[in-house]
């Protein structure tokens, strides 16, 4: 105790000892907090390498989505460096063509295009081009131009205008999104009141909206637009490269409202689309 004798004050001393006891379990759970998401973080990494037998046991584990999609990352890249050991997977690369999940089937959609020797690849790819999601249909398209197949051309021209958004169930529109909202795919859209229940309806592709045909308030059935929406400027781009090898005349005025600069686009694509034009000019030719 110290002071003066009107002010008593007392100066409590914790042994050194005794704080490093008090702060020992704080110290292992920051520890392990750490670890953990380090851990988390690298077995979700998709730039993590993987064994022939962790590809072989991901691309069966349709219940962990991630370590499917990271297996097919690793076929592809496997594919790409010329790796012949990678045609071992192929029956379950195809098999996953067929698989209900979105995710896989547009993402084998893509790989099949590195190897445009396989037929096998090329006769999944022209049942994926008819696909249910556009999506599929657009990874599948540019997968076929690798195989010198024109079959996706209208897929690839449908990508460079606005795509209609429509209602598969009856009811009342009770919420929507702006025009002009940017989507990622998988983006809120719509709700939609269905007596006692309510839809969601979620954007099908990464874009932006560009009309409302469907306000809050309306009433819908299946089949009527709810909504237009604008691709996104890397699927633009990728459309007209495919199109600048496969695209006829007739697809010109759609290639060259982008060469012209009447979408507002940035000048990489009015650049793409002017290149787009010429090649398909000088194939008529």
């Known amino acids: 105790m110290t002071g003066n004798g009107n002010n008593p004050e007392m100066t409590l001393v914790v042994p050194a000892s005794n704080r490093l006891r008090a702060s020992g379990p704080i110290l292992i759970l920051a520890i392990l907090f750490v670890v953990g998401s380090f851990l988390a973080w690298y077995f979700t990494w998709f730039g993590r390498g993987l064994s022939d037998a962790d590809i072989s046991q991901y691309l069966v584990d349709e219940k962990h989505p991630r370590h499917v999609q990271h297996a097919l990352l690793q076929i592809q890249q496997r594919i790409e460096r010329g790796d012949q050991n990678a045609k071992q997977y192929y029956p379950k690369v195809l098999n996953l063509s067929g698989n209900p999940e979105t995710e896989f089937r547009l993402t084998v959609a893509w790989l099949m295009g590195f190897d445009n020797k396989s037929e096998e690849f090329h006769q999944a790819l022209l049942?994926?081009?008819?696909?249910?999601?556009?999506?599929?249909?657009?990874?599948?398209?540019?997968?076929?131009v690798r195989f010198n197949d024109p079959t996706g051309r209208p897929e690839l021209l449908a990508t460079l205008s606005p795509y209609e958004l429509k209602a598969t169930n009856e009811g009342t529109v009770v919420s929507t999104l702006k025009e002009g909202s940017q989507l990622a795919r998988g983006t809120l859209l719509d709700r939609i009141s269905q007596d006692k229940k309510t839809v969601e309806v979620r954007s099908p592709l990464p874009g932006k909206v560009e009309r409302l045909a469907a306000p809050a308030g309306s009433r819908v059935v299946p089949g009527t637009v709810l909504l237009t929406i604008n691709s996104d400027e890397g699927s633009v781009w990728e459309a007209l490269r495919g199109?600048?090898?496969?695209?006829n005349v007739s697809d010109l005025p759609a290639v060259e409202r982008y060469a012209h600069g009447v979408e507002p686009v940035s000048n990489r694509i009015k650049?793409?689309?002017?290149?787009?034009?010429?090649a398909i000019k000088s194939r008529a030719q």
């Open 127 to 144: 049942k994926l081009v008819k696909d249910s999601e556009p999506i599929v249909r657009r990874n599948a398209a540019l997968a076929l």
């Open 243 to 247: 199109l600048a090898l496969v695209g």
């Open 271 to 278: 650049e793409q689309a002017a290149l787009t034009a010429r």
